[in-house]
């Protein structure tokens, strides 16, 4: 019987991953990868390593989850090491929950090796800390790519009212109805939202409005996923703090001269 490691690989840089991410990678005879992971993280792999690409589209699936379960099972039964390289965290939105799951219906060995997650790397990558003791003593992390009419839709309403920093992972589509849900129930329409996309990496592109013209701003500079959406007064930080692009924008002046 072989084993599974579950590993987050970070938000996109590669240098965010951890030692022991690293070390699953450089020890797998099987790599399951995401869409969204770096592959420079693939060349420490071994030579003869299988490389399996399963990332996802927001509408279309390269492969199923439940194939993804399939492939586990049965690399592992082979005797395989099996990393299983996922972007950010497996346990934060990342479904790692459901492969264990099907790892222990299976009794297969496995670890799990946490990752950086996106929604407090990227915040941090556009100078945004997600709590400040003179802005937030909370913070909370939603999905934003349910349909707001569904049954097990986001409680707004709580999160409005009972939440200083909102991090939304994969919002953008719902943005138009996330900021409509957040101030029926209390948030300003002046609190401060920044959307963060490509975070980590140097095509990383920071907006900053408010949630009454976030939407337009959007529109206006053609943001798209993958984007994450920091609402809350933290975000005021961003142009004080906004050290990584200050620094790309000067290793291109740096290069043009």
């Not at 082979?78 to 299983?84: A, D, P, Q």
């Not at 400040?132 to 309403?157: I, K, M, N, P, Y």
């Amino acid at each position: 019987m072989g084993k599974v490691y579950l590993v987050g690989a970070g938000p996109g840089d590669p240098e965010l991953i951890t030692v022991k991410g690293l070390r699953c990678i450089q020890q797998a005879d099987v790599i399951l990868y995401d869409r969204l992971i770096n592959e420079q993280l693939l060349s420490f792999a071994k030579h003869d390593a299988d490389l399996i690409y399963c990332g996802k589209l927001p509408n279309y699936h390269t492969m199923k989850q439940e194939t993804i379960h399939r492939f586990l099972v049965k690399y592992a039964k082979k005797g395989k090491i099996v990393t299983r390289l996922k972007g950010g965290d497996p346990f934060l939105f990342g479904r790692g929950g459901e492969e264990a799951q099907a790892l222990i219906k299976h009794r297969i060995p496995f670890e799990i090796v946490p990752g950086v997650t996106s929604g407090i790397a990227v915040p941090a990558y556009a100078g945004i800390p997600v709590t400040h003791r003179d802005f937030s003593g909370s913070v909370a992390f939603v999905t934003g790519h349910r349909r707001l009419d569904a049954v097990d839709a986001v409680q707004w309403e709580h999160l409005a009212k009972g939440v200083d920093t909102l991090v939304i992972y994969m919002g953008v589509k719902h943005l138009p109805s996330i900021c409509k849900q957040l101030q029926r129930y209390g948030k300003r329409p002046q609190t401060p939202v920044a959307i963060i996309q490509w975070g980590t990496v140097p095509e990383q592109k920071t907006v900053v409005a408010t949630l009454q013209t976030i939407v337009d701003t959007v529109k206006k500079q053609a943001i798209s996923n993958p984007s994450i959406i920091i609402v809350g007064e933290v975000v005021q930080l961003h142009e004080q703090l906004q050290w990584f692009e200050t620094m790309l924008e000067e290793k291109m002046a740096h290069g043009m001269r």
